[in-house]
């Protein structure tokens, strides 16, 4: 075979064994990271090589069974049923069974992360004029809709040392046409009224966010995301510290879509 090698294995701590020596009868144990597809079987090649250099070794071949690890393989994909449902309940307001028994996370954290982004969403589309009120509701509105509209798929991609890398597939709103229905509902304003207090166009607007956010084309993103995650104390999570964990704030709080 010609394995696909170094799967993720520097964010999983993992280490192939690198080229060694062994004497005459001795025995050595060796690591070698490689992806396998689930229930295939697979010939492993290895080549010796003697010191002497004319001397010809044979190839040693071992034969690998991934039926036979059937068990360890389903448990191998908690990271996708953990990511699942830390994704439906904090970022869209699902519910989702799997949540207390596979996921960890703070929620208020991960909440203000996402709100933050929906923040400047706002600031762009309004000039910054939304009092504390306004913005916790529009947020609310977005929820709600985002529950309605948007959807995930996770996929494992490695899991070992209790660290994994977890592909999402995902729809979301596109909040990037936010700016442009705002900008029409301040120009229908001051068309209809000849009024150019632009504090009065932008209110008109705000009283009309329901029916913006509900009328958000969602996007389905190019390519999917890859997130970083972490078991602690049995069950996984996201960092906001590690690699790739932003990505899900940025994502379902803003118009950044992969």
Known sequence: MSPKTGV???ELGLESSASDKIGAGKQKKLTFVFEVKKDKKYKIGLEPKSSDYDEEI?????????????????KLQDPEKALQAYTEVLYLNKENVDYDKYVTADKTAVIEEQKKAFNEELKGAFSNSL??????????????VLKEKASVKTNVIANANNKAVVEVEYTTLNLSDLYSYVSQL???YTDET???DTEHSEEFAASKFKDIVNELETKEASRPLRIFMVKEDGKWTVKSSDLYSDSLGKTFGSSYIR
Do not use: G, H, I, Q
């Open 58 to 74: 044979d190839e040693v071949t071992l034969t690998l069974d991934t039926k036979k690890y059937a068990k360890s393989y389903n």
């Open 186 to 188: 301040k120009r229908a």
């Open 8 to 10: 993720n294995s520097r």
């Open 131 to 144: 009092t504390d009120k306004a913005k916790k509701d529009f947020f609310n509105m977005y929820k709600d």
């Open 194 to 196: 000849k009024d150019y």
